[in-house]
T-cell receptor
Framework: EAQVTQNPRYLITVTGKKLTVTCSQNMNHEYMSWYRQDPGLGLRQIYY???????DKGDVPEGYKVSRKEKRNFPLILESPSPNQTSLYFCACKRDPWTGELFFGEGSRLTVL | GQQLNQSPQSMFIQEGEDVSMNCTSSSIFNTWLWYKQDPGEGPVLLIA?????ELTSNGRLTAQFGITRKDSFLNISASIPSDVGIYFC????????????FGAGTQVVVTP
């Protein structure tokens, strides 16, 4: 079954405590991306990756890091989380970076106290 | 910057009613996509539109790519309780390499 798997699904943490949200896809897709969803703002892109070892900033990259060492994995790193990073995060992928539709994971709800 | 406005923000409808929502852009898009997000889940693609004027159906859902290429609408006919969720439009700008821009979403609540 084609899947985009995120972990953890839910996390409550404290300001400044580094955390990583993992994302793995089994569809062999080239392109992967992270979004955050906030009420009234829809989905905003944080970072994206066109291929292995190629990453770039999206619309709201501040406070986040990513890496793409292998095609299937695209972790999102919060080095020093702050309360304004409390949000619902989605990882997504698509076969062709230039076209095609995004497939989303189930989401990771992060609360930073 | 580019603006993508989705309306209405929320809808409370009775089972059996038809639903209509739309998205407008300040610039031309070459693709419109409509996604649905069930509570506690990630968005799932409902309909993809690639040509101006295109009208596409998926069961009780119908979406159209506006002739000006700056808007799209989604209709849901004869709503049922499982239609509840957030519906997002997304567009790909003509100058964009493939990046999607998302609307803020329309929350649909269906009452029996």
């Amino acid at each position: 079954e084609a899947q985009v798997t995120q972990n953890p699904r839910y996390l409550i943490t404290v300001t400044g405590k580094k955390l990583t949200v993992t994302c793995s896809q089994n569809m062999n897709h080239e392109y992967m991306s992270w979004y955050r969803q906030d009420p009234g703002l829809g989905l905003r892109q944080i970072y994206y990756s066109m291929n292995v070892e190629v990453t770039d900033k999206g619309d709201v990259p501040e406070g986040y890091k990513v890496s793409r060492k292998e095609k299937r994995n695209f972790p999102l790193i919060l080095e020093s989380p702050s309360p304004n990073q409390t949000s619902l995060y989605f990882c997504a992928c698509k076969r062709d970076p230039w076209t095609g539709e995004l497939f989303f994971g189930e989401g990771s709800r992060l609360t930073v106290l | 910057g580019q603006q993508l406005n989705q309306s209405p923000q929320s809808m409370f409808i009775q089972e059996g009613e038809d639903v209509s929502m739309n998205c407008t852009s300040s610039s031309i898009f070459n693709t419109w996509l409509w996604y649905k997000q069930d509570p506690g889940e990630g968005p799932v693609l409902l309909i993809a539109l690639y040509k101006a004027g295109e009208l596409t159906s998926n069961g009780r859902l119908t979406a159209q790519f506006g002739i000006t290429r700056k808007d799209s609408f989604l209709n849901i006919s004869a709503s049922i309780p499982s239609d509840v969720g957030i519906y997002f439009c997304a567009g790909r700008h003509t100058d964009s390499w493939g990046k999607l821009q998302f609307g803020a979403g329309t929350q649909v609540v269906v009452t029996p």
